[in-house]
């Protein structure tokens, strides 16, 4: 079992955004940018895939950071340091395909920032310039500002209430950009499904290659059981093995947005079970 050694609560309203640092020294030494872990809370609990958002190779931890906005998520964020997450896998999923490719715009939403983060840094120590554009609801929900600072050339924030940096969306920021005239030589976008599909919407016009981190719902996060499959180019891919990152102008995004809505009945009635007692958890 995987010790929490550290817990950061970003946000307390709900749904609150926390963050744990986790005793995983495998995972660690192996995870690479763009990677993901399957935690499991409880003995009668569902799979879920987190993104890990940072790692200390030497401590030997990563970092997972969530929002409270299921079950599972919230019997998870009741731990505390010194907890044990009773099974942690990982590092799952085909890495980000990291080259020198000049100038790559990162671009997280809402706490989509977190997975961002690993992969600016690669980009970065591969030599290109990182601009990274950082959207929230609002100022007091924005994360990770500070270490994207330290791995990007250039930050830009964008607020859905105007509270910090420019008022609107980070699909604004990212055309307003392109309309200046910068070149731009590869978008990596990660948050939720509706952002991402507005931001291939906005850089397929001018053909810069587009990679979508997709965050489906998964069961087992090997390839075996079919429930996270989306369709990219018109063929049916699984995000766990073959992703979770694709070409962005080939997802299809409104089927999987009814796929992940597929659930929502199931999933408020476990939410305010939850909400009533422990989950299994202290
Ligand atoms: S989570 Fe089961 S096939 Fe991907």
Redesign the pocket.
């Given at each position: 079992m995987n010790e929490i050694v550290e817990k950061k609560v970003w946000w307390q309203d709900a749904p609150a955004i926390k963050e744990f640092e986790v005793k995983a020294p495998w995972i660690a030494e192996k995870h690479q940018a763009g990677q993901f872990v399957v935690l499991k809370v409880s003995e009668n609990g569902e799979r879920i895939p987190l993104t890990v958002s940072d790692k200390d190779v030497k401590k030997g931890t990563i970092n997972i950071l969530f929002q409270e906005v299921g079950a599972t998520t919230m019997t998870l964020g009741r731990l505390s340091k010194g907890d044990k997450i009773l099974d942690l896998t990982g590092p799952l999923g085909k890495p980000t395909h990291i080259e020198k490719f000049g100038t790559v715009v990162c671009i997280g939403g809402g706490i989509g920032v977190a997975p961002v983060h690993p992969i600016a840094q690669a980009f970065k120590a591969a030599g290109n310039k990182v601009i990274s554009i950082l959207g929230a609801r609002t100022k007091g929900i924005l994360i990770y500002e500070e270490r994207m600072r330290k791995t990007s050339d250039e930050v830009r924030i964008t607020t859905d209430d105007g509270s910090y940096g420019r008022h609107g969306f980070v699909t604004d920021e990212l055309k307003a950009m392109i309309e200046s005239g910068m070149k731009i030589d590869l978008v990596v976008t990660i948050g939720p499904a509706i952002m991402m599909k507005m931001v291939c919407k906005v850089t397929e016009p001018y053909k810069i290659h587009t990679y979508a981190s997709l965050n489906t719902i998964?069961?087992?996060?090997?390839?075996?059981?079919?429930?996270?499959?989306v369709t990219v180019g018109g063929k049916t891919k699984?995000?766990?093995?073959d992703g979770p990152e694709f070409d962005g102008h080939q997802v299809n995004f409104d089927e999987m947005m009814a796929r992940l809505r597929q659930y929502l009945d199931e999933e408020k009635l476990a939410r305010e079970i939850c909400q009533k007692n422990t989950c299994g958890v202290r």
């Open positions: 998964m069961l087992d996060g090997t390839g075996m059981c079919g429930a996270c499959r699984f995000v766990c093995v």
